[in-house]
């Protein structure tokens, strides 16, 4: 059955000389794959539909295996993403972390909005460190594994100073905190950005800045609390991390 679906193309790979196999993020039907024929020929009219992070209308023929792509229909193109190498990095990773965390054929509205909205924040020039970390804490919340940041994990205490524990698995208050002598001590407003990053809503960003120190340290505890929690090898973290250390060091 020819479904039309709206979605985001998340993973694409080769298949033979002449098609593509894609993956698709959509609002309806969650994670699905489909076959692209002739998508590789330079000519075809879906060459530019199933470019990376392209979010269109597609119709699908549905069925229990991997569908096939009729025909798609571009909303929003995000070339500049494709165009910066930066942009780039960061989409290729939030998307093979959708791609590794959601089950197939599971829809989730709202996190598809998440993803959507924080594509067309960094093709708009937003922080794309801030915007990937915001996301990324709401994938490991559909996971499963999202830390606990609104009180101390232990005792329940919402008054801080706080620390946060990858061992435990989130915030311990100082009277908690020989729990795990290891665990990160946070400031306040470090704390309260931890907080906000895993409850708000994407489209609600606003002007959000933070210093270099606190994204850095912010992007150790994830990498950290990631590598313990996560149990997925990203290809796109690594690069992504290159990326850091080259634009770090000049």
């Excluded at 490991?140 to 606990?148: E, I, L, T, V």
Aim: hydrophobic share 40%; net charge positive.
């Amino acid at each position: 059955m020819l479904e039309k679906i709206e979605g985001i193309v998340i993973r694409t790979r080769d298949y033979g000389e002449t098609h593509k196999i894609i993956t698709l993020f959509t609002r309806e039907k969650g994670k699905i794959g489909v076959m692209a024929r002739g998508a590789k020929k330079p000519k075809s009219r879906m060459a530019s539909v199933t470019q990376p992070f392209i979010h269109g209308q597609f119709l699908i023929q549905i069925g229990s295996g991997l569908g096939s792509l009729s025909q798609g229909e571009m909303v929003t193109s995000l070339r500049s993403i494709r165009e910066d190498i930066i942009k780039t990095a960061y989409a290729s990773y939030l998307a093979e972390l959708t791609d590794k965390l959601v089950d197939e054929k599971k829809p989730d509205p709202f996190l598809y909005e998440q993803l959507l909205q924080t594509f067309v924040w960094m093709a708009e020039g937003k922080d794309c460190e801030i915007l990937s970390m915001m996301y990324e804490l709401k994938m490991y919340r559909k996971a499963g594994f999202a830390p606990k940041v609104d009180a101390c994990l232990n005792c329940g205490a919402a008054d801080g100073p706080f620390s946060f524990s990858v061992v435990e698995g989130g915030f311990l208050c100082f009277r908690c905190k020989q729990m795990d002598p290891q665990a990160y001590g946070l400031t306040e407003p470090l704390a309260k950005l931890l907080r906000l990053f895993l409850h708000m809503d994407v489209k609600r960003l606003g002007q959000v800045s933070m210093k270099d120190e606190n994204k850095k340290k912010l992007r150790m505890l994830m990498d950290e609390y990631y590598e313990r929690y996560g149990g997925y090898f990203l290809k796109s973290k690594k690069f992504l991390k290159q990326i850091d250390l080259f634009t770090d060091n000049n």
